[in-house]
């Protein structure tokens, strides 16, 4: 069984900085494509960062030179790195594995329970 757990989330005041962290059991992330999600409050899920099969990484427009993504292959773990969070960055993150594309919650893919992130001002 395929299992996502992230952790990291928490409130944070605007311009303060935020690592999420997404370990998988029965998984290995390696080389495959992988991504963070975000589900805002009353709103849709939208990618937020991702890197595909290319090794593309795949930034959403507004986290552009704020967040990055990183990995430890021997903790099996992907990170998001949030920095100079604004409150629009609210929301619940995913982590998915095995899947990177525009769709949130897509059976094709592994997905985590979410964990979620307040910015407030």
């Known amino acids: 069984e395929v299992k996502l757990v992230e952790s990291g989330g928490g409130s944070v005041q605007a311009g303060g900085s935020l690592t999420l962290s997404c370990t998988a059991s029965g998984f290995t992330f390696g080389d495959s494509d992988m991504g963070w999600y975000r589900q805002a409050p009353g709103g849709e899920c939208d990618p937020v960062l991702r890197i595909d099969l290319d090794r593309n990484t795949v930034y959403e427009d507004s986290v552009k030179g704020r967040f990055t993504i990183s990995q430890d292959h021997a903790k099996n773990t992907i990170y998001l790195q949030m920095n100079s969070l604004k409150i629009e960055d609210t929301g619940v993150y995913y982590c998915?594995?095995?899947?990177?594309?525009?769709?949130?919650?897509?059976?094709?893919?592994?997905w985590g329970q979410g964990t979620q992130v307040t910015v407030s001002s």
């Open positions: 998915a594995a095995d899947y990177s594309a525009s769709i949130c919650f897509s059976p094709l893919g592994y």
